[in-house]
């Protein structure tokens, strides 16, 4: 294992903000070096610690792989990769999803070069699709060096991006205010990692096109996928595949936990291929995939105090209350219920809500959402 510190530029004067990152070397079985790689991170939103924690855990399961001799990829593992938002804190809270300077949210808006990129590789692409790989990488590689940030934020994505666009495996791990495990990912990469899915023990798995608003997974991945419908699939790789895990939620930071998490990535990436490792038969998902579009979003229509009905994994029928909304000054209670059918796989911690807030998910079979698809910008 080596340890990589990267420091952040346009810090303020007299403070010093860096990445530190955890670097793994895989070899194939005959002994020559790997051909592929993994790149996962935790924490973006920074006040969402149990990513930390299993990424955390998984660093010694990989030491223990690398030390055998079981690693068939290089594997870099960012337990914690936003320093800024960890140094946000006021009257005692964590204020880690938003960029308190910017107002942006950490895990929206990275930079996207699909046409940039299109534009600067389509001439030389041949028949050769490995070769294709490379050129691509090396045009990642050019823009990414002609990248100027202007804030620390940007200087913040721009290392993130750094350790991460040549990965052919992209994982951006956090978590919910309460939620079950679950997963966001790109149709054209679940076939592959619905192994992962299975493997974690998945209990809500949401597919879809790009969400809209370039979070860290798909403008890592993206670019693949906007340069294959270009050229076409016998020219163009996916060559990096990407999800979005949420480890539950904020408060579900448990060691025992963290370490069962780790044991349990480690074999998806093995029946990826990416490690040498237990081969038994993957669970089934307790629920097939459903679309990212279909991810239905309980509104509160006033202010008030929440009390849940449905608890979280629960299958809620369309109709069913959800839960009730009580206004203890005017004295009212109103019913609030889903419109669609499907698995309760998040909701609010807090029991008091504003006007318009977002109580609970619910991740129906029917997409009927369009533009935006991510809540909370």
């Not at 990096?240 to 939620?249: D, L």
């Not at 209670?333 to 609970?360: E, F, M, P, Q």
Request: net charge negative; with cysteine; hydrophobic share 35%.
């Amino acid at each position: 294992m080596k340890i990589q510190t990267q420091v952040i530029p346009l810090s303020n004067p007299g403070t010093v903000r860096s990445i530190k990152s955890f670097h793994f070397t895989g070899k194939k079985s005959d002994g020559s070096t790997a051909e592929r790689s993994v790149y996962l991170q935790g924490s973006l939103h920074a006040d969402e610690w149990p990513p930390s924690l299993v990424l955390n855990q998984l660093i010694k399961e990989l030491e223990t792989l690398e030390r055998d001799g079981k690693l068939r990829a290089d594997f870099t593992v960012v337990p914690f990769c936003n320093p800024i938002g960890l140094d946000q804190n006021l009257s005692h809270l964590q204020m880690g999803r938003f960029d308190l300077d910017s107002g942006k949210n950490f895990n929206r808006d990275f930079p996207n070069w699909n046409e940039k990129l299109f534009n600067s590789v389509k001439a030389s692409l041949g028949n050769d699709q490995k070769e294709n790989t490379r050129l691509i990488r090396k045009a990642l590689d050019q823009l990414l060096n002609e990248w100027t940030p202007k804030t620390e934020l940007e200087a913040s994505k721009k290392v993130l991006f750094s350790l991460s666009l040549h990965c052919d495996f992209v994982f951006d791990m956090h978590c919910d205010y309460e939620a079950v495990l679950h997963l966001y990912t790109q149709e054209e990469f679940w076939p592959n990692l619905q192994k992962i899915a299975a493997a974690i023990g998945s209990k809500t798995q949401l597919i879809g096109a790009a969400s809209g608003d370039n979070p860290f997974d798909e403008a890592t991945t993206g670019h693949w996928i906007y340069l294959q419908k270009q050229k076409g699939s016998d020219q163009v790789a996916l060559g990096c595949q990407g999800a979005t895990i949420e480890y539950r939620g904020q408060n579900d930071v448990s060691l025992p936990l963290a370490q069962d998490d780790a044991k349990k990535l480690c074999v998806g990436f093995a029946h990826l291929g990416l490690i040498d490792g237990t081969m038994n038969p993957l669970p089934e998902l307790q629920y097939p995939a459903t679309p990212l579009a279909g991810s239905e979003d309980i509104k509160a229509p006033y202010a008030g105090l929440v009390s849940f009905q449905k608890n979280l994994g629960d299958y809620v029928k369309a109709g069913e209350i959800v839960c009730d909304l009580i206004d203890p000054v005017m004295n009212t209670t109103i019913a609030i219920s889903a419109k669609h059918s499907g698995v309760l796989y998040a909701r609010d911690w807090r029991r008091y809500c504003l006007a318009n807030a977002t109580l609970a998910k619910v991740a129906s079979s029917e997409a009927f959402k369009t533009g935006s698809l991510l809540s909370a910008k």
